[in-house]
């Protein structure tokens, strides 16, 4: 299975958020050790960049050995601008979504995906349905 992992997943674990670094961290981990295959939107990463500072390039870095980049042009542009969500950004991670053939964007922002081609859940109700492991890793 495909998910797009949106910024604030990130983020959480980046600047180690408490209520949501457990469940997001928990999420990249089972990623890297191949449980799913997962996309980051390359907007993401400036906005993680800005949002965490001089951290961010190592975090990418490693991101970078299990999270795929995919693809953006302008024809997601475009999906973009022609889906019914109020906020750009989060219309850009949903064409990207779409092209990357993703299952889920895995979001905390989820009434911003409520008309999003591709649907939106938690990272903590993602692993509840999906999780390898009941128990933290």
């Known amino acids: 299975m495909k998910i797009l ?3 604030d997943v990130l983020i959480d674990v980046a600047l180690a958020r408490p209520n949501f670094v457990e469940s997001s961290d928990r999420l990249l981990r089972q990623i890297e050790s191949g449980a799913w295959e997962a996309g980051v939107a390359w907007h993401s990463l400036s906005n ?15 991101l970078g050995q299990f999270v795929e980049v995919p693809k953006a042009g302008m024809n997601e542009i475009l999906v973009a601008l022609n889906l019914p969500i109020k906020d750009f950004e989060d219309a850009l991670q949903a064409a990207i ?3 990357f053939g993703a299952s889920y964007v895995v979001s905390r922002n ?14 903590r109700e993602f692993l509840a349905k999906f999780s390898m492991a009941t128990s933290p890793m």
């Open 5 to 7: 992992l949106d910024a």
């Open 48 to 62: 993680l960049s800005y949002l965490t500072g001089k951290k961010a390039r190592g975090f990418i870095r490693d």
């Open 97 to 99: 979504a779409l092209s």
């Open 110 to 123: 989820l009434r911003h995906y409520r008309k999003s081609p591709v649907p939106a859940i938690s990272p």
